[in-house]
């Protein structure tokens, strides 16, 4: 299926589709950002990251009409 | 409906900021209190410095709008969280630790109230405006770690502030869930 993967990275952020299995570990999904965004094909986002950029990121699953995972940093700060 | 927003801090305090004209019972609960360094980053006042955040935030809003807020100055704990929760028509949280998200998220699930999260990443770098549903409760990270109390995140702390009343509005209208992803240079709702 087509899955919309949100991706951030150091304030800048782009949307990749690709066509997948929602069932995908978490790490493969990493994995797939890091090779899309070095190849240039997320637009938003400079391709010069480093390797295992997504290494302590979250990734977050909605299941709506849109399959969207998104790809973000901790956010554990609020106060 | 009473809203209570748990934490008055960067995020809390701004959106109490913005949403002090709905008509709506609002309430805070925050232990912590006002220094210095919290004025460049959060709806405080210098009056306030050394008050408890969630009695200086009633004062000004009390004092600026003529808006009433209920505050509960003291920490949220497993003990209290019925307490201060009980009457909530809905639970905002902008807490910054991950031991009173879980407590609330516990608290929340098991009564079935509706809640939204915010957070913001280190450094000012994303932040998210979240239904319970789809929340991850991250840990902190090092101690010493970077976070958004300094000088130039108030942009940002801003948009998921202003985003974390948008969804609180779409709510109260009873319209579909909005959660939000935004970054210094965007901002999407989904």
Do not use: R
């Given at each position: 299926m087509n899955i919309l993967i949100n991706i951030t990275w150091q304030g800048q952020s782009g949307n990749y589709l690709v066509n997948m299995d929602q069932g995908v570990d978490d790490n493969t999904i990493k994995n797939i950002c890091e090779e899309a965004v070095r190849a240039g094909e997320v637009l938003g986002i400079a391709p010069n990251i480093p390797k295992n950029a997504f290494a302590n990121f979250v990734i977050d699953r909605f299941h709506g009409e849109q399959t969207r995972f998104v790809v973000r940093p901790k956010v554990p700060f609020g106060v | 409906m009473k809203i209570v927003?748990?934490?008055?801090?960067?995020?809390g305090s701004h959106a109490l900021f913005l949403a002090r004209d709905l008509e709506h019972e609002l309430a805070v609960v925050d232990f912590d209190r006002v220094e210095t360094k919290n004025l460049a980053s959060q709806w405080f006042v210098k009056q306030m410095v050394g008050k408890n955040k969630a009695t200086a935030?009633?004062?000004?809003?009390?004092?600026?709008?003529?808006?009433?807020?209920?505050?509960?100055?003291i920490k949220l704990t497993s003990l209290n969280v019925d307490?201060?929760?009980?009457?909530?028509?809905?639970?905002?949280?902008?807490f910054d630790n991950a031991e009173s998200r879980r407590i609330i998220q516990d608290y929340i699930r098991s009564k079935q109230k509706p809640c939204v999260h915010a957070g913001l990443a280190a450094n000012g770098e994303f932040g998210v405006v979240r239904w319970d549903e789809h929340f991850t409760i991250d840990e902190e990270g090092s101690p010493g770690q970077a976070t958004c109390e300094g000088r130039g995140f108030l942009p940002l702390i801003l948009r998921v502030s202003s985003s974390l009343v948008a969804s609180i509005q779409f709510f109260l209208a009873d319209k579909p869930q909005v959660n939000w992803n935004i970054s210094p240079r965007n901002a999407e709702s989904f």
């Open positions: - | 927003f748990c934490g008055g801090g960067a995020l935030l009633k004062m000004q809003l009390l004092n600026f709008y003529d808006v009433k807020l209920q505050d509960c100055a307490t201060l929760l009980s009457g909530a028509g809905l639970v905002v949280e902008c």
